[in-house]
């Protein structure tokens, strides 16, 4: 076994530390306040190669290996998660097109956003089907020499900016999880219906609205593969997204442990610092554990991935464990802070209403239990 990172991908996150420190934390709580979406930021890391780390070398891609692809987001999850949401986005869009995509679907739809700043976005999950993926009721009709789409879709990051979706629908409701047909479909397409931007409890900078579908045309080549594979593509992506998603709550972990070990040494009480004080010795131990546990499985369920082995099981114990983790975390960072964590002055608080939606998105926490369990009961 061999834990340590190669020279290049210590350089990789050492720039990516960098960008977080200079670019992202200066401007977290200030986007976080008013909502603002990242488009400088999310500009600059394309520039430096930290978005679509996905894309293959062949179609223009930096070649990132998904354990490359979790060292960046680690990285950046640290500076803000929420803007980190908005960058991871749009791997998780493209993603099926380079999991299950024809050679030329990956020719003229993946080289292009490693051309030009781009921005994709997944939609699969329906204001009446979240959890439940297999209910989809967005229907994908055969019109002849194209497919029309009419349906709802919510919940989809950076869909009020993105250039390409990759949208989820059904060719047949009866057929459950075989009627689950995955398409391309560019965000210019006539019938594309934009909701209002949510107002979101935490991840305030990453743009989050629905999507309507009205009898929107696709040409016939934008299918990714045949009728009824969406299902295992949909699946097969999570496999490789889950362990960025988990590396992103791991990033926010690590800032609210590092600011709980700052800020105990200089807040005094009783005459010492508080991390002089046992209670508060054990809460930074707990944390840190959390946190080097979370990165094991984390990297690991990358790990798997790059080496072609199925990753489903270990990928859903990362991505619950470093959520709950997450959660946890930057609770008793709060908790340390005292009164002072629970104003907005000081950056815990946005980090507890942050890692809540990691518990949520890409399936809840409660999702991944039920996907341990089948793994392991099969």
């Not at 400088?40 to 070398?57: H, M, R, V, Y």
């Not at 990033?251 to 609210?256: K, L, M, P, W, Y």
Request: proline fraction near 3%; charge should be neutral; hydrophobic fraction near 40%.
């Amino acid at each position: 076994m061999d834990f340590s990172l190669t020279t290049e991908q210590r350089e990789i996150r050492e720039l990516a530390n960098k960008f977080a420190k200079n670019e992202m934390i200066p401007y977290a709580q200030e986007y976080d306040e008013r909502g603002t979406f990242p488009i400088d930021q999310f500009k600059k890391a394309w520039e430096l190669g930290f978005i679509n780390t996905c894309i293959p070398s062949e179609f223009g891609g930096s070649g990132f290996s998904s354990v490359d692809s979790v060292v960046i987001s680690e990285a950046l999850a640290y500076g803000c998660m929420g803007m980190n949401t908005a960058f991871m986005a749009n791997d998780l869009a493209l993603l099926p097109i380079v999991i299950g995509g024809t050679t030329e679907q990956k020719k003229k739809y993946l080289t292009p956003f490693t051309q030009e700043f781009k921005i994709a976005s997944f939609c699969l999950t329906e204001p009446g089907n979240g959890s439940d993926a297999g209910g989809i009721k967005t229907i994908i009709k055969d019109g002849g020499d194209h497919w029309i789409i009419n349906g709802s879709k919510m919940w989809i990051t950076n869909a009020g900016y993105a250039d390409l979706f990759v949208v989820y629908g059904t060719i047949d409701p009866a057929l459950k999880h075989k009627g689950i047909s995955a398409l391309i479909v560019e965000a210019k397409s006539e019938g594309i219906e934009l909701g209002k931007k949510e107002d979101k409890m935490g991840h305030r900078s990453s743009d989050t609205r629905g999507v309507r579908f009205n009898n929107v045309k696709v040409p016939k080549e934008n299918m990714i593969g045949k009728p009824g594979d969406g299902w295992g593509i949909a699946m097969s992506t999570l496999d490789h997204s889950r362990p960025l998603v988990a590396s992103s709550a791991l990033g926010g972990a690590q800032r609210a442990l590092d600011l709980s070990i700052q800020y105990s040494k200089e807040r005094n009480q009783f005459g010492v610092p508080i991390a002089k004080h046992q209670a508060i010795q054990f809460m930074i131990a707990e944390m840190g554990m959390k946190v080097e546990a979370a990165r094991l499985l984390t990297y690991k369920a990358a790990w798997l991935c790059d080496q072609g082995i199925r990753n489903t099981e270990v990928a859903s114990y990362a991505k619950a464990f470093a959520s709950d983790s997450c959660m946890q975390i930057t609770t008793d960072a709060v908790q340390i802070y005292g009164g002072y964590g629970y104003s907005k002055e000081y950056p815990v608080e946005k980090l507890m209403r942050d890692a809540k939606l990691i518990q949520i998105y890409e399936g809840t926490s409660q999702i991944q239990r039920l996907v341990m369990a089948r793994e392991l009961i099969k």
